[in-house]
Nanobody
Framework: QVQLVESGGGSVQAGVSLRLSCAASGYTWNSKCVAWFRQTPGKEREGIAAIYTSLIHTFYHPSVKGRFTISQDNAENTMVLQMDALKPEDTAVYYC?????????????????????????????WGQGTQVTVSS
């Protein structure tokens, strides 16, 4: 059984950094798409960063590109989201997600992140979420 567990959320002031971790159990990490999404009340879930684990291709939503960095620690089966220069609009519940299928190519990670997946190559394992609150 695959389990994803996020940690590292909290309440911070604008401009500082936070580091989110996602620990995976029961999941084969190699050659997979893993990603971070976020959601605020009343809004649709938004894909913000993804990584294709074999070739370490990364993809970012324009709103976080240059401020957030997604990375992996294969030895620990952990994915990290380093969030720098946080803004109040980054306030959300953050979820890590993983794709059960091996992607055909790295862009499958990005298509699914942006809601343009084909219904087959999608993120289908999800964590419980961790709250990030950024105050001005």
């Amino acid at each position: 059984q695959v389990q994803l567990v996020e940690s590292g959320g909290g309440s911070v002031q604008a401009g500082v950094s936070l580091r989110l971790s996602c620990a995976a159990s029961g999941y084969t990490w190699n050659s997979k798409c893993v990603a971070w999404f976020r959601q605020t009340p009343g809004k649709e879930r938004e894909g913000i960063a993804a990584i294709y684990t074999s070739l370490i291709h990364t993809f970012y939503h324009p709103s976080v590109k240059g401020r957030f960095t997604i990375s992996q620690d294969n030895a620990e089966n952990t994915m990290v989201l380093q969030m720098d220069a946080l803004k109040p609009e980054d306030t959300a519940v953050y979820y890590c997600a993983a794709m059960s299928r091996i992607p055909r190519f790295p862009n499958d990670c990005n298509y699914a992140l942006n809601g343009h997946g084909d219904g087959v190559f999608e993120y289908d394992y999800w964590g419980q979420g961790t709250q990030v609150t950024v105050s001005s």
